[in-house]
């Protein structure tokens, strides 16, 4: 059973929200200025409707039959795998249609990074020409430990995947396990800016953070990487590419390749 109502204003909206929640709803979807919600057969819509008129008087409510829908699978149906330079990343439920050897599966059940996200796609394609086999490589903000994932996936003999948020460290063991590369990718809880010096030297730093955090990151990447070694920034705005290309320029790095996807905006560097 489905259930519509208009809300032209923020203060109506939130009022209104609160109400399908109260009645019962556990979930709404906002379309334009209307909020849509279902609840399970035998709702009583009578009291739906009490209830959201007790919250704006001049409410318009809609309500239709709608056939019942499984919503703990029924999301599935809007991820999908995808093919990023010569890897693919997928979940869990369509690995099977995919050589192992190249894929990288990851639950997308805590989405701290599933590859459905221009920043990590920026990142793996840059990877792909930066990478050599039997390099050490640091990624840092690693979320899901999709990129350490993918450098293992391409060749690296270790990588030290390093996530400041204690939460997604459960995800990032779950997917590294769940992609045979345990003895590659080793996860670390913490600091970039701390732990990084502890695991250099390392040929290669990808680091997909907000540009504010790369900036600060910079002096501790150049001083970690070996002198034939390169570093994948992402996490970077297309209208901030200026700006960091002065730092970059500033900061005695070179631009080795770019890579643009929607707002995104990632950059490969060595030093000069």
Do not use: C
């Not at 001049?58 to 039959?65: G, K, L, N, R």
């Not at 003999?157 to 990032?172: K, M, Y």
């Not at 390749?257 to 490969?268: K, N």
């Amino acid at each position: 059973m489905a259930a519509r109502a208009s809300a032209p204003d923020d203060a109506t909206r939130a009022a209104l929200m609160q109400a399908f929640f109260d009645a019962g709803a556990q979930g709404v979807h906002e379309d334009g200025d209307r909020l849509v919600t279902h609840f399970p057969p035998g709702t009583d819509l009578d009291v739906v409707k009490q209830v959201l008129r007790a919250a704006d008087a001049q409410v318009s409510v809609e309500t239709a039959d709608v056939p019942p829908v499984d919503w703990t699978e029924a999301w599935k149906g809007s991820l999908d795998a995808h093919q990023v330079g010569s890897l693919v990343v997928t979940p869990p439920w369509l690995a099977d249609r995919y050589d192992a050897a190249r894929t990288i599966v990851i639950d997308p059940g805590m989405a701290f990074g599933t590859g459905e996200h221009g920043t990590t796609r920026g990142v793996m394609r840059l990877l792909d020409g930066v990478l050599r086999a039997g390099d050490t490589v640091a990624d840092l903000g690693a979320g899901s430990a999709v990129l350490a994932i993918a450098a293992a996936k391409l060749g690296a003999a270790r990588v030290f995947a390093i996530e400041l948020d204690e939460e997604a460290i459960p995800n990032a063991l779950e997917n590294v396990e769940r992609n045979g590369v345990t003895s590659v990718v080793h996860v670390f809880q913490g600091d970039a800016g701390v732990l990084l010096p502890l695991v250099a030297p390392v040929r290669v730093v990808v680091a997909n953070i907000i540009s504010s955090v790369l900036e600060t990151l910079l002096p501790g990447i150049a001083a970690a990487l070996t002198p034939d070694g390169a570093a994948i920034l992402s996490g970077i705005l297309r209208e901030e590419r200026p700006h960091m290309l002065a730092v970059l320029e500033r900061d005695g790095w070179q631009v080795t390749a770019e890579d643009e996807e929607d707002i995104w905006w990632s950059v490969a560097i060595t030093r000069r």
